[in-house]
C-alpha cells in the first residue's frame, strides 16, 4: 500500500483502538474522514508542532468534535509535544488531554472546543473573518505576515443546525475566499440514515450562498488533493468540499451504518476490520515508522515556512507587531478609562448611550476593538463612528463595523472564532431577550475563557411597548448561571465606564453588559472604581450600622437611594454591578459591604428574584418580576408593578414593620 494509505490507516485503527479502550466514543467519523484529513495535513497545511500558536499557522477545526480521535491522532503523528501515545490510549479517562470532544487549552493544535454541532463551522467562519481583517491591516508592498487558510470538516448534523446556516451565509456574503470546508457527506446520523429527516441539496445550498461548492469521492486521495488546489485557487469564494464518504470505513459489519457512529466497533470487529486492511492484529495502537515519517515531512514544511515567517517578522514595526498574536489584546493601563469625562451630571442617560458614547471614546485608543450588531445597531449603540463598515470588499482598517444581520446565534459563534484566531478583540450586541439565541455561543465563550464582549441592550421591562416578547424577565440570572461569565448591569453612565473597563480588561473569559432603554440619572455616590469591585457601598448610612441595607442593579439602583432617602438615614444602599466580580473579592471587603451582623436586606430587580437569596439570606425580602412583562409605556409597568422609588419606600417599610 502506499504511504498516504498506510497514514491513513494509522489513523483508523488508533480510532478503533483507543475507542475499544475506553468502551466510549465514536469511531465512524474518523474512519471516514481519515483519507481526506491525512491528504489536508500532509499536503497542504501549514503547521510547526514545535510552536502550536504561530500567529500566521493555518487553523484547523474539527467541527464535527465527536470524532475528536480523528484530530488527536493527527495531533499525535505530526508531532505535537502534548498529545503522546500515552494520552491517547488514556482517551476520555479522567485527566487525560484527550477529552471526548476536542478543548481547547488541553493541548497544542486544539483551536476550539466543539462538540455541539455547527459550532466549530461557525467559529472557522470568524477565524477566516479575523484572519482577512488582520492581513489588511498589517500586510503591505514589502511583507506579507499574515497569509493562511482555515480549514474545517464539517458532518451532516453541523449542517443541519441553523448556527451554521447563519454563518456559512455571512462567510459567502463576505467573500471569505480562504476559509475552505471538508463536509464528511456520510449520509448517516446516530438515527440512521439522513434520509429519514434531511433531503437538501447541499451544494446548492452554499451556492446560494455565494459558495464554490463541489462533490468528490473521499477516499479518493487524489481526487481530494485536486478539490483542496481548486478551493485554494478559488480566492472570491469561501468553499466546501463535499466528501462522499462512508462511516467506519473498512469495518466489514458496520460501515454505512450508524452502529458505527457512537459507540465501539467491538474486539471481534475490529479484528476484522484489521484484517481486512492488512493489519497487524497486535499490538494494540500500532503506529508504523513510515505514517510517521509522513507528518514528519509535512512538520517539517511548516518549520520551514515558520523560519521565514519569523525572519520577516523580526524586521516589522511594532505597530504592525501588535496584530501578530494568538491571544486576544486587553488594554494595558487602567488610565485610558479613568480619564474618560463624559457624561453631565444633571443630565439623564440611557446605559446603551452610555455604553456606546464609552466605545466611540475608546475607539482609536484600541484599534483591536471591532464590533458590530445583530441588526440593532441603532438601537444598540455598538456603532465606532469614525469607521466604516467591514464589506466583502473592504475590510481596512478604516472598517471596523461588522452588520451581522439578524444572526445572534452565528454572530456569537463567529466572535468566538474571532477572539480564539487572536489579534482582534470583538464586541457585538442585541437586546437581552435575544441572548437566549446566542447562548449556546456564550456558554461555549466561557468554557474556553475568551474574552468576547456582549452588549446586552433593552434589559428589562421598562422597554415597554413592545410587550412580553421583547421583556426580559429571566435572562439576567440565568446568564449570571453560566460559570465563568461575568454579568455587569450597571446603574448609571459612570458604572457603565466601569463595566466596560472590566469587560475589556478581563483576559479569562467573557462578559456580558446589560443595558437600559430608558434614561437614568448620574448618582451622587456612584463610584467606577469601587464598581470594579463588583459591588461598593453607593448610599451610605449616617450611623456606625445600618438599620437595613438595600441592594439593587441597573436602573432600580436609583430606586433605591429614592427610597432609602425617603424611609430614613439609617438605610444603607449597595450597589451591585457584578455579582462575579463582587464574589471575587476578599471577605473582608465584603462583609464591609455587607455586614454579616445586618440582617434585614432588601434586594430590587426588575427581573426574576431566585439567585438573589444568595445576598439577602433567608430573612430578607426580594422585589422582582416573577411573571412575564406585558406591552404599556415604561412609566405605567414601572407604576402597576411597584418600580418607584415611592412603592420600593413602602415595600421596605412593609418589611422592616
Sequence with gaps: MSTMELAAKTIKTLSMDAVEAAQSGHPGMPMGMADAATVLWTRFLKFNPDDPEWADRDRFVLSAGHGSMLLYSLLHLSGYPEMTLDEIKQFRQWG??????????????????????????????????????????????????????????????????????????LAGHLKLGKLIVLFDDNSITIDGSTDISFSEDIVARFESFGWHATRIDGHDHDE????????????????????????????PNKQDKSAAHGAPLGAEEIRLTKEGMGWPQEPAFHVPAEARTLFEKAANRGREEYAAWKAKEEGASSAKKRWLTSTPPTPSSAEIFESLDLFDEDAKIATRKASGAVLNALQH?????????????????????????????????????????????GMGAIMNGMCLHGGLRPYAGTFLVFSDYMRPSVRLAALMGQPVVY?????????????????PIEHAMSLRLIPNLHVLRPGDGEETIAAWQHALQRSEGPSALLLTR??????????????????????????DTPRAILMATGSELHLAVEAAKEIGDDIRVVSMPCFEAFEAQSSEYKDEVLPPSVQARVAIEAGQTIGWERYTGTQGAIHGIQ????????????????????AFAAFVRNYLS
Excluded at 471591532?370 to 481596512?396: C, P, Q, R
Excluded at 448620574?522 to 450611623?543: P, T, V
Excluded at 406591552?631 to 408593578?641: D, H
Design 96 to 169: 487525560a488531554r484527550t477529552a471526548g470532544h476536542p478543548e481547547f487549552g488541553e493541548a497544542g493544535g486544539i483551536e476550539t472546543t466543539t462538540g455541539p454541532l455547527g459550532q466549530g463551522i461557525s467559529n472557522a467562519v470568524g477565524m477566516a473573518l479575523a484572519e482577512r481583517l488582520i492581513a489588511e491591516r498589517v500586510n503591505d508592498a514589502e511583507s506579507t505576515l499574515v497569509d493562511h487558510y482555515t480549514y474545517t470538516i464539517a458532518g451532516d448534523g453541523c449542517l443541519m443546525e441553523g448556527v451554521a446556516y447563519e454563518a456559512a451565509s
Design 518 to 543: 430608558q434614561g437614568l440619572p448620574i448618582l451622587e455616590g456612584s463610584d467606577r472604581k469601587k464598581a470594579l469591585r463588583g459591588a461598593y457601598i453607593a448610599h451610605k448610612e449616617s450611623g
Design 224 to 251: 481530494v488533493a485536486a478539490a483542496i488546489q481548486a478551493a485554494q485557487d478559488e480566492s472570491e469564494r469561501p468553499s466546501i468540499i463535499c466528501c462522499r464518504t462512508h462511516i467506519g470505513h473498512g469495518s
Design 627 to 646: 411573571r412575564f412583562g406585558t406591552s404599556a409605556p415604561a412609566g405605567r409597568i414601572a407604576k402597576e408593578w411597584g418600580f418607584t422609588s415611592e
Design 365 to 409: 485608543t484600541l484599534p483591536e476593538l471591532i464590533g458590530g450588531s445583530a441588526d440593532l445597531a441603532g438601537s444598540n449603540n455598538t456603532d465606532l463612528k469614525d469607521f466604516g463598515d467591514v464589506t466583502a470588499t473592504d475590510m481596512g482598517a478604516q472598517h471596523r463595523n461588522i452588520r451581522y444581520g439578524v444572526r445572534e446565534h
Design 455 to 471: 452588549v446586552f441592550t433593552h434589559d428589562s421591562v421598562f422597554l415597554g411597548e413592545d410587550g412580553p416578547t421583547h421583556q
